[in-house]
């Protein structure tokens, strides 16, 4: 009898083992699927934002409305991933900005009204999301700039809201290349009377050359552009300056320009024109 229940007892021991090698076994299979899982759920991610973001760029370079509507429309789908949704509605945002462009380009101030707001509103999901990226106060003060062009009478409620995205653009990133950019760009269109100007545009225009050299983003998914419209814009700074020597160096920024950026509709047909303008007066 003795013997028996020894049986039984190493039998129940070895069952036992086994069933929690096998529960073991099944966790670490559980395990490397669900791991496998995330990554690739992060690549797919990743590959829809850079496709994404190479279409926008596209987009934006030709100011092609239908290709911006296209390229805001792969963003809105990768928010159903739901991975790092403050950085899809960022560019999702940044889309409606080159899309606002398009009303600028063709003097229709209900587009840029549309896209600036809708901008405006999905800019503001992210920044809630993630109040520390820099690139979103950039842009918001980008989209401020735009309320001139179709609500001049609220004056000071532009300025005010300019003036709070400046402020935390500078305090997060001051020597980002897009903020030091868009700071030359308003001087560049602001009246002299009022401070402004091309000769008051230029140092601007050129350290954000300068900071756009020296830039490596900390993801491939983060913001590249700007660099294209700091040659086009220094260009015709200069140009429109036109002191001695200044017109070859106009020349120089955009023959740059287009090498680096062949694609830029900015560089090659509105710069371009506005060189020539200067140059025949």
Known sequence: ?????????????????????????????????????????????????????????????????????????????????????????????????????????????????????????????????????????????????????????????IISGTDAADKEASRLEPENPRYVLLNGISNYWMPEAFGGGAGKAIPDLEKSLELFSKRKEKSELYPEWGKDLAYGYLAMALAKRNNDGDMTKAKEMIDEGMKQFPGSGFISVYAMDEYKKAGSK
């Open 1 to 157: 009898m003795k013997n028996i229940f020894s049986k039984l007892s190493f039998n129940l021991n070895q069952n036992t083992t086994t069933m929690k090698h096998k529960l073991t076994k099944l966790l670490i299979i559980t395990m490397m699927i669900a791991i496998t899982g995330v990554a690739k759920s992060s690549d797919d991610f990743e590959d829809a934002m850079i496709k994404a973001k190479k279409n926008l760029t596209v987009a934006s370079e030709k100011n092609d409305e239908a290709l911006l509507k296209k390229a805001r429309g792969q963003f809105e789908r990768i928010l159903q991933l739901k991975k790092d949704p403050w950085l899809v509605n960022y560019y999702i945002a940044l889309a409606d900005y080159s899309l606002s462009m398009t009303g600028s380009a063709s003097n229709d101030p209900k587009i840029i009204k549309q896209y600036t707001e809708s901008g405006m509103a999905t800019l503001q999901k992210s920044i809630d999301l993630n109040p520390e990226f820099a690139e979103s106060y950039i842009l918001l003060k980008a989209f401020n700039f735009n309320r001139w062009q179709y609500e001049q009478e609220k004056m000071q409620e």
